[in-house]
């Protein structure tokens, strides 16, 4: 019996299944940190995350790091840790008495590290050596940089990179002026450059005090150059970078574009909204002026959105109006690849941009001329809906725990956590401890987001070749 002759290629389709696996998997072996980074680089973002945060405890932990020496107890060094690599500025202590130079150095480095993103910081370094950049390297940073694409990574981390040292050190040198008005020439460079990183980062962390920012309540100079680079880490590094290069509104990405219409209508809704409600209604702007009503209005609000934290009042009393305008701009937050947390503007701008087509008539979400796709509309909706459940929760465990605290108050202090904003009315020294390890969880969940904790425990599944018979429910 002859053999029939093989065709052009017949030799690579009928080899036997395993000899082609072996063929196709010639490869060098990849270990297990690699083939992570590539199939699940997102949980290898958020477990740099987790252990920057238990590293920094650890050395809270350190005498050296606490005013007095001896160990810091564990509950105030990972709350102190968590609260400043999520940029939140939450604390359980007053940063400027109960920390050393060491531990403040600490803190400061933490919220740095936080806010760039320590995976970032490692592949910078990486960069500055020479390393050359393999596919696991390049998914990570990708995924760090909250990037939708793999195709020059290396100079959009170059850039961020760069542009956030250049920011913070500029911060500091402006700040060196006003700080020279509280602090002696040759001791104001730390605060300047403390603060200067502070701000940048929306971390709200001082060392000036126990109130904040309300000694420094009519310097208008050292508030003005805080809410600018506040509005800068908030708004985002894309929109930073696309801004200079673009010029024009009406050549902007329409990311950009939701960016800056959403964010400026915040700020301004919110000034207007917290201006009424205090002029009329609260005695927190008593001892201003006509034009510092006004100017402390507009700082407070701004520090809210951008979740940056910094208060020139005092947040115990405000009205119950003001305090809901805070928790919207709190849990609102800032902008997504920014340093700020909450569910991000441009989730919300995707929502009302829904709701707007909606009810104009549209079967698509549009916005600017451009149709927002399906699956981001779907995106928005689940951050927005387990964002809430997080809220919710961690406000019931707080309540059973602490049933003497306002509700409102609980409220408040939970939103905060979240949205990385670190205002307070000053409740959160009164939680129970359990209260207070629910607000660290918060706190981590509100920097990593509700959407990636439920991405990376969520298993993907294949689409389906069918799809079951549609059917209407009542609503309204």
């Given at each position: ?21 072996g ?5 060098p ?44 107890p ?54 500055l ?37 250049s ?17 002696t ?11 200067s ?56 990405s ?27 209604h609260?005695?927190s ?18 520090s ?43 989730t ?18 549009e ?62 020294a ?47």
């Amino acid at each position: 019996m002859t053999e029939e002759p093989r065709k052009i290629g017949d030799r690579f389709i009928h080899l036997p299944l395993p000899h082609a696996i072996g063929i196709l998997d010639r490869r060098p072996r990849r270990g297990y940190f690699s083939r992570l980074a590539i199939t699940n680089p997102l949980l290898v973002s958020v477990l740099g995350i987790v252990l920057l945060m238990i590293g920094g405890g650890f050395l809270l932990m350190l005498p050296i790091a606490r005013t007095g020496g001896g160990i810091t107890p564990p509950l105030i060094a990972f709350f102190t840790s968590v609260s400043a690599v999520s940029t939140t500025g939450l604390t359980l202590v007053t940063t400027a008495t109960y920390w050393t130079p060491f531990g403040q150095a600490v803190i400061c480095g933490l919220i740095f590290l936080g806010g760039l993103g320590l995976v970032t910081a490692v592949m910078f370094i990486m960069w500055l050596r020479g390393v050359r950049f393999t596919l696991h390297d390049r998914f990570l940073t990708r995924e760090a940089m909250a990037s939708g694409q793999l195709g020059g990574l290396l100079r959009l981390l170059r850039n961020v990179v760069l542009l956030d040292i250049s920011i913070t050190i500029i911060g500091a040198l402006l700040n060196i002026l006003p700080f020279q008005h509280y602090y002696t020439q040759g001791t104001a460079l730390w605060p300047a450059l403390f603060h200067s990183v502070s701000s940048f980062n929306t971390a709200g962390f001082d060392i000036v005090g126990s109130t904040s920012f309300v000694p420094f309540r009519n310097d208008t100079i050292l508030l003005s150059i805080a809410t600018i680079e506040a509005v800068l880490g908030a708004i985002g590094f894309s929109v930073l970078l696309e801004v200079p290069k673009v010029h024009k509104f009406n050549r902007f990405s329409l990311d950009t574009k939701l960016v800056l219409v959403t964010t400026i209508t915040l700020y301004l809704l919110g000034t207007i909204g917290m201006f009424i409600a205090e002029y009329f209604h609260g005695a927190s702007l008593t001892d201003f002026s006509f034009g510092g009503k006004i100017f402390t209005t507009f700082f407070n609000a701004l520090s809210a959105s951008t979740t940056t934290g910094y208060a020139t009042i005092n947040f115990g009393q405000i009205t119950i109006q003001t305090l809901i305008i805070i928790v919207v701009l709190m849990f609102v937050g800032a902008s997504t690849g920014s340093t700020g947390g909450g569910i991000k503007v441009n989730t919300f701008a995707i929502m009302m941009a829904t709701v707007w087509s909606t009810l104009r008539g549209r079967k698509n979400t549009e916005s600017f001329g451009r149709e927002i796709s399906h699956g981001q509309v779907l995106r928005a909706t689940i951050v927005v809906v387990a964002s809430l459940i997080v809220v919710v929760i961690a406000v019931i465990l707080i309540m059973a725990s602490s049933p003497t605290i306002p509700f409102e108050r609980v409220l408040f202090e939970v939103t905060s956590a979240f949205g990385t904003v670190g205002l307070s009315t000053e409740a959160l020294a009164n939680f129970s401890p359990l209260g207070q390890v629910v607000i660290i969880f918060v706190m981590f969940i509100g920097r990593v987001t509700p959407l990636s904790v439920v991405m990376i425990f969520a298993r993907r599944k294949p689409y389906p070749l069918y799809r079951f018979p549609r059917e209407g429910i009542l609503m309204g």
